[in-house]
């Protein structure tokens, strides 16, 4: 793993779950002042610059950051353990989205549906290939496939964040079903 892509890594932790980790604090919606930020990180032991900071938030594959304020602040887009109001827009999800997890978590999941665990949301995916990308990360990859215009017309709030991540409180059980799991289906 290459020093940015670390870097990267510490950046979403500070922006998403520990911005004390910078000596830095997040607004109500998530945003940090990037100067301040940068003396953060800095002052952690690591080194990055201005140009280091928007090579990693143009490169980042996973799209977790956003500049705002003329670029004078930034955030994560989502993923957040900490309480911020990201401000998202309720939008009409498709009629299916993908949750990519791993097999271990199943019980709990089968018992309890999809929940946000240390996160403000839960997470999907519009196509199966990242929903699989996602869950490999966690384990041995089991994708659900969540029956996402059901519980719309139900009246469940769905939000779809800047890196198109779809966002929800809470996935009932009667709303997915288990779609794929590594070395049983392909």
Do not use: C
Not at 44 to 68: C, H, N, P
Request: glycine share 8%; no cysteine; charged share 25%.
């Amino acid at each position: 793993m290459s020093n940015m892509d670390q870097l990267s890594i510490f950046i979403s932790r500070i922006l998403r779950h520990r911005p004390q980790d910078a000596n830095i604090e997040l607004d109500e919606h998530g945003w940090a002042n990037v100067e301040e930020l940068l003396a953060g990180i800095n002052a952690a032991g690591w080194t990055i610059d201005r140009q280091m900071l928007e090579e990693i938030v143009r490169t980042d594959k996973k799209q977790r950051y956003s500049f705002g304020g003329e670029g004078t602040l930034i955030r994560a887009n989502q993923g957040h353990s900490i309480p911020v109001d990201v401000e998202l827009a309720q939008q009409e999800p498709p009629e299916y989205l993908y949750h990519g997890t791993a097999d271990r978590y199943m019980d709990s999941i089968l018992r309890q549906g999809l929940l946000p665990m240390s996160r403000l949301y839960v997470h999907l995916s519009q196509d199966l290939k990242t929903a699989r990308k996602v869950g490999r990360r966690h384990g041995r990859p089991v994708v659900l496939k969540v029956h996402s215009g059901d519980m719309h017309r139900a009246g469940v709030l769905f939000y779809r964040s800047e890196n198109g991540v779809w966002l929800t409180k809470k996935v009932d059980t009667e709303y997915f079903e288990l779609l794929y799991v590594e070395g049983t289906v392909d």
